[in-house]
Nanobody, 127 residues
Framework: HVQLVESGGGSGQAGGSLRLSCIASGYTFSSCCMGWFRQSPGKEREGVAAIDTDGTTRYADSVKGRFTVSQDDAKNTLYLHMNSLKAEDTAIYYC?????????????????????WGQGTQVTVSS
């Protein structure tokens, strides 16, 4: 069965960096689009970044230039490199997989595009 396990969350200072990891299993990692989402208390879940099998990426405007999504097919691992952290980046971060499509087919920052989700990892940024 498909399983996604995030790690790397924690506390950071504004202006600092964190790297999140998502280890995937149960499907062919290199053949699917993947994404990162986040949700903070009282807010809807929002798409942060997405990557397809050609390495094409999409970013929310709020993180462009600060966050980078990447993947290591040999390790079945998705990453989110977060730089220049802001207090408003505080949220639970989730990775997700669209195990139907290899290339972007629509708005890959919408959660309905994805079929499986990890349990989330908390990121807290203090100013």
């Amino acid at each position: 069965h498909v399983q996604l396990v995030e790690s790397g969350g924690g506390s950071g200072q504004a202006g600092g960096s964190l790297r999140l990891s998502c280890i995937a299993s149960g499907y062919t990692f290199s053949s699917c689009c993947m994404g990162w989402f986040r949700q903070s208390p009282g807010k809807e879940r929002e798409g942060v970044a997405a990557i397809d099998t050609d390495g094409t990426t999409r970013y929310a405007d709020s993180v462009k230039g600060r966050f980078t999504v990447s993947q290591d097919d040999a390790k079945n691992t998705l990453y989110l490199h977060m730089n220049s952290l802001k207090a408003e980046d505080t949220a639970i971060y989730y990775c997700a997989v669209d195990n139907v499509h290899a290339r972007f087919t629509g708005d890959q920052l919408k959660d309905w595009q994805y079929h499986y989700w990890g349990q989330g990892t908390q990121v807290t940024v203090s100013s």
